[in-house]
Nanobody, 125 residues
Framework: QVQLVESGGGLVQAGDSLRLSCAAS????????MGWFRQAPGKERQIIAV????????YYEDSAKGRCTVSRDNSKKTVYLQMNSLKPEDTAAYFC??????????????????WGQGTQVTVSS
């Protein structure tokens, strides 16, 4: 049974940083690309960043470029999302997901098979 458990969210002030973690189990983690998405209330779930199996390739959505860094530790079966200079508009639930799709980069929800339950990030102004 595949499980993804996100952690690290919380209530922060504008300008602060957060590092989200996503611990995976029940799958051969090192073989899959991992993505981070976010979903604000009333909005579509959107891609933020993707990292390939080895960690050697990454993709960032435009709003994440320069502020976010995705990384992974295959020995710990964990993927991370470092977010800096947080803004109120970053307020959302953040999800990690596993892509079994071999296209690169996998940017749409349909390209992901397994999802975590999400962690809430709230940025106050």
């Amino acid at each position: 049974q595949v499980q993804l458990v996100e952690s690290g969210g919380g209530l922060v002030q504008a300008g602060d940083s957060l590092r989200l973690s996503c611990a995976a189990s029940g799958l051969a983690f090192r073989f899959y690309s991992m993505g981070w998405f976010r979903q604000a209330p009333g909005k579509e779930r959107q891609i933020i960043a993707v990292i390939n199996e080895s960690g050697g390739s990454t993709y960032y959505e435009d709003s994440a470029k320069g502020r976010c860094t995705v990384s992974r530790d295959n020995s710990k079966k964990t993927v991370y999302l470092q977010m800096n200079s947080l803004k109120p508009e970053d307020t959302a639930a953040y999800f990690c997901a596993v892509s079994v799709n071999r296209n690169w980069p996998p940017r749409t929800r349909d390209e992901y098979t397994y999802w975590g339950q999400g962690t809430q990030v709230t940025v106050s102004s």
